[in-house]
């Protein structure tokens, strides 16, 4: 058998979007690839082979069959939920957000979980930031607060944000200073210069002091040995030296800020200090976006609908409330009747109650591989795998389109099509 | 006065949302126009009638009406919801958005009321004898301005963001209230009775908040001094009128005041009682 190489791959396992692998394909299969870190390589190298059974109620199915059930489900739905969509191409989002318009449909992404909050904090606040490509040449501070690198995006550290040598930063990790806050000691606080270890819950708290530092505002209750988020005021004060004059600082945060205690009000207090620290240099905050294209989903639904993630289309225009119309508070109230899942697994992600109340209705799921959902789902529409077997549009976590090609044959079509089918189903059933 | 007296005959399954009742707009409806008014059930419309049963009867020659709600209201969102005028009675609990955008009138909930009570009203009064949600006299995300006048008095306890954004008003929450109280606050007053969570009208630009217990205050408010504000008779009487007596408060309690939100200007006070 002849092996093809393929280069300049898009990985799709994180935000980070390596755009560099190389993929060695025999008889339809990746047999090897090289410049990718060890969940990428798991991922291009399975990604396509553990296949879901096509079924209805259990029971195998053609796809048009299994087109018809999911069509029937939503169009019968009197609270149908279209949700999901961090594994799939910009295009499939756009189908998905015009599916839950004419369903009338609560629709909502996997960042509701994750990065949502810091979706939040910048319609309020704005958020100063730049792209991976100027971190890996102008950076000369890299601060992760709640984030994990070497063990979330394996390769940020050497492409883009550490080690990477660049324009302006010719030695790599010798030009730069890492700087990392966290709960706790972690594979990426062993390389920093300065490592925070702080408190849970303190983060809103940390920033406002860092704020006041920053605009050399006082703080008559605090002295040098003072705790502030477990850590003296003194260190704190070293940070905000290096802030203040590093010539290009960049700031990545993580879940960590986001899902703990105040959520999109901690990033809110983080933009501000970094628009504070633009008064002496220049410094940008960048989320670390987890699944590959969670960030597409908030562009997508941004572009058609206004608003970023907990939406609701119930009366025919879109509404924005998270707590109200996200994902899990929904189906932990009941507010749903039936659900279409698209390459996500909630049974995974999701908190216990929400997934029992994902059970008690007809759920249609969309994957590319088994998984925990498809174990029950009542219907199951195999895909095939964005970035080997379809092609499409990822944004990065920078906000940088990156156009992923198909690699491999497969026999199932891509969520783009399963959507655009019941799409048409729906329609049909509604006499549009 | 006119008496609208509705009971909850089914329970919903999914979201009703009904900003459709409020007092004001049921003047001159008769019943069964009030049983076909539309709601939202989930992306359906229904009408009332397939939810509620009840009577009219008038009592007194009193102007306005009085709208009873007798039942488990939880999956009901925006009762009251914009009312200018008139009295709501909710003989139970209540969902999401109670009162919110209300410009007058008077809403008591018998039970415990959802996120987003009063949210961005301007004017009446919201009394809740059991506990609130999230978000009470707050704005809604993307908006820059929350509650701006009237007052909201929860006998229980109150949920996070208590009052964000707000603009003007008072909100008295007589038992515990979660984290960020007055969260980015321009103006009005916050009264919490019981104990409060942490970071207390962090981001405020004017204002006052009133606290009992729960001292954490961010490092950028600043103590200005210890004294007794003249007010504070004046709006016990007030809160008294409107059925809450703030037990067990000293009436001569002294106050800490402090001054903040730095970051934001600083004129904003959090009053914390000297002598609870």
């Known amino acids: 058998m002849t092996v093809t190489v393929h280069k300049d791959v898009v990985c799709t396992f994180c935000g980070a979007l390596c755009d560099d692998l190389e993929m060695h394909v025999e008889d339809n299969r990746v047999i090897d690839v090289k410049n990718v870190c060890g969940i990428g390589r798991s991922k291009a190298l399975h990604g396509d082979n553990d296949k879901p059974e096509c079924r209805v109620y259990g029971m195998p199915a053609t796809l048009e069959r299994a087109y018809d059930a999911a069509a029937e489900i939503l169009s019968q739905a009197k609270s149908p939920l279209v949700y999901g969509f961090s594994s799939t191409v910009a295009e499939a989002n756009r189908v998905g957000v015009e599916l839950a318009e004419i369903l009338r449909a609560g629709l909502d992404n996997c960042s509701s979980y994750c990065h949502g909050p810091g979706v939040l904090a910048r319609q309020h606040v704005g958020?100063?930031?730049?792209?991976?490509?100027?971190?890996?040449?102008?950076?000369?501070?890299?601060?992760?607060?709640?984030?994990?690198?070497?063990?979330?995006h394996m390769r940020h550290f050497s492409r883009y944000s550490v080690q990477a040598k660049g324009m302006y930063t010719p030695l790599g990790r010798k030009d730069r200073k890492l700087v990392v806050v966290d709960v706790r000691p972690t594979p990426s606080s062993k390389?920093?210069?300065?490592?925070?270890?702080?408190?849970?819950g303190s983060d809103y708290e940390i920033a406002t002091v860092l704020r006041a530092l920053v605009c050399e505002l006082p703080l008559p209750t605090l002295t040098d040995?003072?705790?502030?988020?477990?850590?003296?005021?003194?260190?704190?004060?070293?940070?905000?030296?290096?802030?203040?004059?590093?010539?290009?600082?960049?700031?990545?945060?993580?879940?960590?800020?986001?899902?703990?205690?105040?959520?999109?009000?901690?990033?809110?207090?983080?933009?501000?200090?970094?628009?504070?620290?633009?008064?002496?240099?220049?410094v940008y905050a960048m989320p670390m976006r987890g699944h590959a294209n969670v960030n597409g989903n908030n562009q997508v639904f941004v572009w058609q609908t206004g608003y970023p993630l907990a939406i609701s289309f119930n009366r025919g225009y879109p509404r924005f409330n998270p707590g109200e119309f996200s994902v899990i508070d929904m189906l932990n109230r009941g507010d749903v009747d039936a659900a279409l899942i698209v390459a996500t697994d909630p049974a995974a992600h999701l908190p216990h109650t929400a997934v029992e109340g994902l059970k008690k209705i007809p759920t249609i799921v969309l994957d590319p591989v088994n998984s925990l959902t498809t174990a029950w789902a009542d219907v199951v529409i195999p895909v095939a795998t964005s970035g080997l077997s379809a092609d499409g549009t990822y944004y990065r976590m920078d906000n940088v389109p990156i156009r992923l090609r198909k690699?491999?044959?497969?026999?199932?079509?891509?969520?783009?099509?399963?959507?655009?089918?019941?799409?048409?189903?729906?329609?049909?059933?509604?006499?549009? | 006065m006119r008496v609208i007296d509705l009971r909850l005959t089914r329970e919903p399954n999914l979201p009703l949302e009904a900003e459709r009742l409020r007092p004001d707009s049921l003047e001159q409806t008769t019943l069964d126009e009030i049983y076909a008014l539309p709601l939202l059930y989930g992306n359906q419309t229904a009408e009332a009638g397939e939810f509620l049963r009840g009577?009219?009867?008038?009592?007194?020659?009193?102007?306005?009406?009085?709208?009873?709600?007798?039942?488990?209201?939880?999956?009901?969102?925006?009762?009251?919801?914009?009312?200018?005028?008139?009295?709501?009675?909710?003989?139970g609990s209540c969902g999401f958005h109670a009162g919110a955008e209300m410009g007058g009138g008077r809403i008591t909930i018998r039970g415990d009321a959802g996120d987003w009570l009063g949210a961005h009203m301007t004017g009446g009064v919201i009394r809740v004898e059991g506990s609130a949600g999230h978000w009470a006299g707050a704005s809604y995300r993307g908006k820059t301005q929350g509650m701006r006048g009237g007052a909201i008095?929860?006998?229980?306890?109150?949920?996070?963001?208590?009052?964000?954004?707000?603009?003007?008003?008072?909100?008295?929450?007589?038992?515990?209230?979660?984290?960020?109280?007055?969260?980015?606050?321009?103006?009005?007053?916050?009264?919490?009775?019981?104990?409060s969570g942490r970071h207390i009208g962090s981001g405020m630009v004017r204002g006052t908040i009133i606290v009992r217990e729960g001292h954490d205050l961010l490092p950028t408010f600043y103590h200005d001094c210890t004294y007794q504000p003249p007010f504070w008779q004046l709006m016990r009487s007030y809160i008294e009128?409107?059925?809450l007596v703030l037990d067990g408060w000293d009436v001569d309690c002294f106050f800490d005041r402090y001054s903040g939100e730095a970051m934001t200007g600083g004129k904003g006070e959090v009053l914390l009682c000297h002598t609870a």
Not at chain 1, 131 to 138: D, I, S
Not at chain 1, 407 to 432: F, M, S, Y
Not at chain 2, 57 to 81: C, H, N, Y
Request: with cysteine; proline share 3%; net charge neutral.
């Open chain 1, 127 to 152: 958020l100063p930031t730049c792209t991976l490509g100027e971190a890996k040449n102008r950076a000369d501070l890299v601060v992760f607060w709640g984030a994990n690198p070497m063990e979330s």
């Open chain 1, 191 to 200: 390389n920093a210069d300065l490592f925070f270890q702080v408190i849970p």
């Open chain 1, 225 to 282: 040995d003072s705790l502030v988020g477990g850590v003296p005021l003194s260190r704190w004060r070293e940070l905000v030296g290096l802030l203040r004059e590093c010539k290009y600082g960049v700031v990545f945060f993580g879940i960590g800020l986001t899902q703990s205690q105040g959520k999109d009000l901690n990033v809110e207090q983080l933009i501000r200090l970094v628009s504070d620290c633009n008064r002496y240099t220049r």
């Open chain 1, 407 to 432: 690699i491999l044959d497969c026999e199932w079509p891509a969520d783009l099509e399963v959507l655009q089918r019941i799409k048409e189903r729906v329609l049909h059933a509604k006499n549009h």
């Open chain 2, 55 to 91: 009577e009219i009867r008038e009592t007194g020659d009193a102007p306005g009406v009085s709208l009873i709600l007798r039942g488990d209201f939880r999956r009901v969102k925006r009762l009251g919801q914009g009312m200018q005028s008139g009295e709501l009675i909710i003989e």
């Open chain 2, 153 to 195: 008095i929860i006998h229980g306890n109150a949920g996070r963001m208590t009052g964000t954004k707000m603009r003007g008003g008072l909100i008295v929450v007589n038992g515990d209230c979660l984290e960020f109280p007055g969260y980015d606050m321009n103006a009005g007053t916050i009264l919490i009775a019981g104990h």
């Open chain 2, 241 to 243: 009128t409107q059925g």
